[in-house]
């Protein structure tokens, strides 16, 4: 079955950065609002999609809404801005970018630095950082300051293209996985699951996982999923030991990253899931980075038994992340199996 590549591209134009979610928000809202029993939004903005199940146990599915960006941290006299990150950014990726200040208006601007020009020759040998940049909106200060204030939050400007059998996009990371829970939800939507499904569309995960640690305290659910994108260093270069994943072989099932190892048991029966509806599947070991499984599994009294689904993201947190469309569609089918069948599983110690 093919994904709807219209779709995901919404979802990855809509602006979004941590704290600032209120527009892909909406979107999510508007999606949603049909496909499941009721909706909750909870006081830090993350976005509940509840569908009710046989038997009263809790599944919690966490997909990230908020995208890596900036925010305004100063406005010179001649109108150019100064900015914080707010993510992580490899810094030598901002040179020659536009971004969209959302101000009182969304304006354009461009990401400048020194020109190579006027350079010296050690200034030429170093490393960029993210201080040596800013953003020129083409405006003087008085038309800057109308518009923009300390504070406004900033995020990349870049569409969505297919590319062979890709996507390619900003903020695939985590778009992807807002697409594919929307789409969990919709194939669901008139089907029968074991358990309450709590689709939880979080906030601030970007800077330290906080949206799902909070939805997590309330939602104290039995079983989490965390979803979210991993990386694909399936590149030149690179060894087979390093690779993380690689593109177009399949969903990735989680074993552990820096802030979670998976529940062992939820590792098993994903695989064994994987394998008996013959859905394409690898192994992730990530030893840098977190996602929200972290606050799925360990933000609620005992614990929950969690794993997660990651999708193969190539160049990671730049404007020009790939992923494989039958990867994608693994991932939605792998879900989709897993929460269905949750009550088959073997949760023995």
Known sequence: M?????????????????????EIRELVLK?????????DIDNMGNVTAIKKGKEDKRVMIGAHMDEIGFIVTHIDKNGFLRFHTLG??????????????????????????????????????????????FID?????EEVIKHVEVGSPITRERELIEMGDCVNSKSLDNRLAVFILIELLRELKDKEVPYDIYGVFTV???????????????IQPDFGFGLDTTIAFDLPGASDHEKVTSLGDGAAIKVMDSRT?????????????????????????LTAGGTDTAGIQQMTAGGSIAGA??????????????????DIRDCIDLLKACVSELDQGDWAF
């Open 2 to 22: 093919p994904i709807n590549v219209d779709l995901l591209a919404k979802i990855c134009k809509a602006p979004g950065a941590p704290g600032f979610e209120k």
């Open 31 to 39: 999606e949603i609002e049909e496909l499941c029993d009721s909706v």
């Open 88 to 133: 992580g950014f490899d810094p030598k990726t901002l040179t020659a970018q536009r971004v969209i200040v959302h101000g009182k208006k969304d304006l354009v601007g461009v990401m400048s630095s020194k020109p190579i020009h006027v350079m010296t020759s050690e200034e030429r040998q170093k490393l960029p950082k993210t201080t040596d940049y």
């Open 137 to 141: 909106l083409g405006m003087p200060y």
């Open 204 to 218: 601030q995960e970007e800077i330290g996982i906080r949206g799902a640690s909070v939805s997590a305290q309330k």
């Open 261 to 285: 190892v998976c529940d062992y048991r939820m590792v098993r029966y994903m695989k064994a899931t994987a394998d008996k509806h013959n859905i394409k599947w690898q192994p992730e070991i």
């Open 309 to 326: 689904v990651s999708i193969p993201t190539r160049h990671l947190h730049q404007v020009v992340e790939m992923a494989h469309k039958q």
